[in-house]
Nanobody
Framework: QVQLVESGGGSVQAGGSLRLSCVAS????????MGWFRQAPGKEREGVAA????????YYADSVKGRFTISQDNAKNTVYLQMNSLKPEDTAMYYC??????????????????WGQGTQVTVSS
């Protein structure tokens, strides 16, 4: 069964840090482009970061560059999102997603076909 399970969300004050984890089962993350998305109430789901082994590089939304870092541990089949210097505007439900390696747009929802259930991140000022 193909599945992604996120964890690590919580409530922090502005300037704090959190590390989100996403454990994959039923497939190997090295075979996919892996991404993190987020969705705040009343807003569309937006791409936050993505990575892909084999020269695919890493990608970040402008709003999180320099603060968030995506990484993956193939031995654990897990993708991480380290979030530092958190701001209230980072408050959202965060989703892990697995997509096609040959997708052209890392931040488009339609290029990902496996999704986790989400983990809530709340940043207070």
């Amino acid at each position: 069964q193909v599945q992604l399970v996120e964890s690590g969300g919580g409530s922090v004050q502005a300037g704090g840090s959190l590390r989100l984890s996403c454990v994959a089962s039923g497939f190997t993350i090295s075979s996919r482009r892996m991404g993190w998305f987020r969705q705040a109430p009343g807003k569309e789901r937006e791409g936050v970061a993505a990575c892909m082994l084999g020269g695919g590089g890493t990608y970040y939304a402008d709003s999180v560059k320099g603060r968030f870092t995506i990484s993956q541990d193939n031995a654990k089949n897990t993708v991480y999102l380290q979030m530092n210097s958190l701001k209230p505007e980072d408050t959202a439900m965060y989703y892990c997603a697995g997509g096609r390696r040959d997708g052209r747009h890392w931040d488009k929802r339609t290029e990902y076909n496996t999704w986790g259930q989400g983990t809530q991140v709340t940043v207070s000022s």
